[in-house]
């Protein structure tokens, strides 16, 4: 899958998880990757994700002087740890 940044990214992953609801195929658990993300990264890092979870972390990879993608891989493998467990 193709994105030129993340808000592009975290757009592509919630059209999906509705298209996915709308078929039935995940009962009504829209969006609920974005929404917990969003929310594990404002609690966590204390970052506003009122623009989305992609805005929020491109501005931080900014501050960082980091590439955004890095950044991500970064806190997905945290935040995966915490949700699954």
């Given at each position: 899958m193709y994105f030129k940044n993340l808000e592009e990214l975290e757009a592509l992953l919630a059209g999906h998880a509705?298209?996915?609801?709308?078929?039935?195929l995940v009962g009504d658990r829209a969006d609920t990757f974005n929404t917990a993300f969003?929310?594990?990264?404002?609690?966590?890092?204390e970052l506003s994700t009122a623009g989305g979870w992609g805005y929020?972390?491109?501005e931080d990879?900014?501050?960082?002087?980091v590439?955004?993608?890095?950044?991500?891989?970064e806190r997905l493998n945290k935040f995966w740890n915490d949700w699954l467990s």
């Amino acid at each position: 899958m193709y994105f030129k940044n993340l808000e592009e990214l975290e757009a592509l992953l919630a059209g999906h998880a509705y298209a996915f609801t709308q078929l039935g195929l995940v009962g009504d658990r829209a969006d609920t990757f974005n929404t917990a993300f969003g929310n594990w990264l404002a609690e966590q890092y204390e970052l506003s994700t009122a623009g989305g979870w992609g805005y929020a972390l491109q501005e931080d990879a900014e501050t960082r002087d980091v590439a955004p993608v890095f950044l991500l891989a970064e806190r997905l493998n945290k935040f995966w740890n915490d949700w699954l467990s």
